[in-house]
């Protein structure tokens, strides 16, 4: 029986080993990638830094783009599970309150920790189409977090009615371009300073 089948070992099922290595995968792709670059890394290194033969990696994944696709998607999922958890504790505030929060709460992980800026708004640019569009799928629901934050605002009779679909690109744009430009630079300026003046800019434009 070969242990694609599932023959336990150590005490371990075949799927149980397989989330172990994916798990240690991830890990080593992040830290390449986060610092060395999509373009720098290759899948024997990542292989090294995780104990994981490349036998079973590719497994797991067909290539270097598939274990990123997996990586981005996994940092994405976890930074909009915090803006919804941030949006449900905010429940009832004004939106100028919520959408600081929210935002704070979505730049949280990529001024915490520089490789997951650069992975998410560096290194995903430009790599693949496909890339791309799971890139600008996230956008879209991000925009779509937005447009109905804005949207139930106004029904309140909160704020006046915009165009939020433009104030959300706007600040997403702005996002991008600030957060690439602080994760390449050596001599970064404090990354609470960088947050600070985009959550000030998010509520300027969704609820100013």
């Not at 890990?27 to 720098?40: D, N, Q, V």
């Not at 990123?68 to 940092?75: A, G």
């Not at 505030?93 to 650069?118: I, W």
Request: a neutral charge; glycine letters at 6%.
């Amino acid at each position: 029986m070969s242990e694609s089948q599932g023959r336990p070992y150590a005490g371990q099922s075949a799927d149980e080993r397989d989330a172990q290595r994916r798990t240690r995968l991830l890990a080593a792709t992040r830290e390449l990638i986060g610092t060395k670059g999509y373009a720098g890394t290759k899948i024997e290194r990542i292989c090294a830094l995780a104990n994981v033969s490349t036998r079973h990696f590719y497994r797991q994944y067909d290539g270097k783009e598939s274990a990123f696709i997996d990586l981005y998607d996994q940092l994405t999922n976890e930074s909009y599970e915090r803006v919804l958890a941030s949006l449900q504790l905010t429940e009832g505030r004004p939106l100028s309150e919520r959408v600081a929060a929210g935002f704070a709460a979505y730049l949280q992980p990529m001024f915490d920790d520089v490789r997951t800026a650069r992975i998410a708004f560096v290194e995903v640019i430009g790599v693949s189409p496909r890339i791309e569009r799971l890139r600008l799928d996230y956008r879209e629901v991000l925009i779509a977090t937005i447009e109905a934050e804005g949207s139930a605002a106004v029904n309140r009779g909160e704020v006046a009615d915009r165009d939020f679909r433009f104030a959300a690109l706007a600040l997403i744009g702005a996002a991008n371009v600030i957060v690439y430009d602080w994760a390449i630079k050596a001599d970064r300026i404090p990354a609470k300073d960088v947050q600070q003046k985009l959550v000030a800019l998010a509520v300027d434009l969704i609820a100013g």
